[in-house]
């Protein structure tokens, strides 16, 4: 059975919430948007919300689901669940090392395989 995952594509003014993973962990040193792993009760959603408050401090509010993918690696099996999310705060500072990245700058940084589709569905490509 896939892991269920919810993953917060937070825009602000033209560019995107991103992170760097931790080293040490699986996709270390990857970007990544802010998110994790849905509880039992919780919707890919509500996990998005709940995720990018815990990893960056962020209270955001959900837009619409952009994408499902399912993807595996090795024997993880993930179902990636990536909502779109606009910031409550007029002025949106994130933080633990998240920051805003523009929308041209994001095909450059280096994004585990499995959010290569979104990436460029935020391009528009």
């Known amino acids: 059975m896939a892991k269920r995952i919810g993953i917060a594509v937070v825009e602000w003014e033209g ?3 991103v992170g760097i993973r931790a080293e040490g ?3 270390g040193g990857k970007a990544e ?3 994790g792993k849905c509880l039992l009760d919780e919707s ?7 995720e990018c408050l815990e990893e960056t401090g962020l209270a955001v509010v959900t837009d619409e689901v952009l994408k499902v993918i399912h993807h595996s690696y090795g024997e993880l099996h993930l179902e990636l669940t ?3 999310c606009n910031p409550l705060d007029d002025v949106p500072t994130p933080l633990h090392g998240f920051r805003w990245v523009s929308t041209e700058e994001l095909p450059r940084l280096d994004f585990p395989e499995a959010n ?3 990436v460029a569905l935020l391009m528009g490509t």
């Open 15 to 17: 560019s995107y919430l």
């Open 25 to 27: 962990i699986s996709q």
């Open 33 to 35: 948007f802010p998110g």
């Open 44 to 50: 890919p959603e509500q996990c998005a919300v709940r």
């Open 82 to 84: 990536f909502v779109k």
């Open 116 to 118: 290569r589709e979104v």
